[in-house]
């Protein structure tokens, strides 16, 4: 490693202290193996394969994105009957900022599997809210929603998961994303599904480009507008594609654990592109997608990315401060919270 100019340890040390914003972020992604365990064991649910705690544990370790949709629809969040369960949901979030010290964080909420399981919307709503505020107020941390109105389920189920969201608004939800599964929903489709919800004032993302080539990538920034893509690594395909987000600055939501999980276009950190994104004038932002699942929280990603001579911390440095300035927050909000840390990181300089 030619940045081991101080221990494993020292840098994460140096990673922890500095306070972090993240921007692609599951809710149900950071569900931990104990709440899971306790939901099936309080609900006395049959799920098949999983007999024990270490059955979960087992099914955590994914290898393509469709198995990894199955563990999350079928699995996490098939364990939750009540929307009361989504308060064990929110304290996990808790102790997961806390573990990485990451002080904002916007945070991709699915309902769509709840609502067929006969959930209310407004009461889920109200638990995630109620969540949000004691967070913040206990802890200093601040949570937004974006709600994932999924690809898994068609345009009709978005529609519906807008209206809703149209309908219940709450001042933590801040915007909709794209997500599910990205080879059998394309973006087109969605198209004014998200010219309603920018209308509505709502914010736009979406995860593209993860399992499908650069068109996946094209189609959200030209059919749906968004602000942000997630993942966006077929990019590397596309020359023009490149250029086009080096001119406009358009943040990609680089996760890079998780697409070495899901194997699509990366097996190893050497594969990834995100330093050829990088040297490219992209901007890019450094985030965990799901870090229990993965168990792969957000100083591990940069420690990684260190660890693997991908980045100096120096660049390190850099990428903490895209990934604020990639967030929802307006300019003198971001500029307070950089404030903040560019304190803690001047210390390392
Ligand atoms: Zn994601």
Redesign the pocket.
């Known amino acids: 490693m030619q940045n081991k100019t101080m221990s494993s340890e020292k840098y994460k040390e140096i990673l922890y202290t500095i306070p972090k914003t993240e921007i692609?972020?599951?809710l149900e992604?950071m569900a931990s193996v104990d709440t899971i365990w306790s939901l099936i064991n309080k609900h006395n649910l049959k799920i098949p394969g999983i007999k024990n705690r270490d059955d979960i544990i087992k099914r955590f370790q994914v290898s393509n994105l469709n198995d990894f949709i199955d563990l999350f629809l079928n699995v996490i969040q098939n364990c939750y009957r009540e929307e009361k369960d989504l308060v064990l949901q929110m304290d996990d979030a808790r102790s997961y900022l806390k573990r990485n010290n990451i002080i904002y964080a916007e945070i991709?909420f699915a309902p769509s599997k709840f609502l067929m399981n006969g959930f209310s919307f407004e009461t889920m709503m109200k638990y995630l809210d109620d969540g949000a505020n004691r967070i913040k107020k206990e802890d200093g941390i601040e949570i937004r929603f974006l709600i994932d109105v999924s690809r898994s389920f068609g345009p009709e189920n978005a529609l519906n998961n807008l209206n809703l969201i149209i309908k219940h608004k709450k001042n933590s939800i801040i915007g909709i994303?794209l997500?599910g599964a990205e080879s059998k929903g394309p973006a087109q489709d969605y198209k004014e599904v998200f010219r309603i919800a920018k209308d509505a004032g709502l914010r736009v993302v979406a995860?593209a480009g993860?399992d499908v080539g650069p068109e996946s990538i094209w189609a959200s920034i030209n059919d749906l507008g968004v602000s942000r893509i997630?993942?966006g690594i077929s990019a590397i395909q596309d020359k023009k594609l490149m250029n086009y987000l080096r001119e406009t600055q358009l943040p990609l939501?680089i996760?890079p654990m998780?697409n070495i999980f899901t194997k699509k276009y990366v097996s190893s950190y050497k594969d990834h592109p995100i330093r050829e994104f990088y040297d490219h004038g992209i901007y890019v932002t450094v985030n965990t997608?799901?870090p229990t699942i993965f168990g792969m929280e957000l100083i591990d990603e940069y420690f990684n990315l260190l660890d693997n001579d991908i980045f100096t911390l120096t660049e390190v440095f850099d990428l903490i401060k895209n990934n604020l300035y990639a967030t929802f927050l307006t300019a003198p909000e971001k500029d307070k919270l950089w404030e903040k840390m560019e304190k803690v990181i001047n210390k390392y300089k």
């Open positions: 692609h972020l599951h992604g991709f994303g997500g995860h993860e997630g993942h939501e996760c998780s997608d799901d």
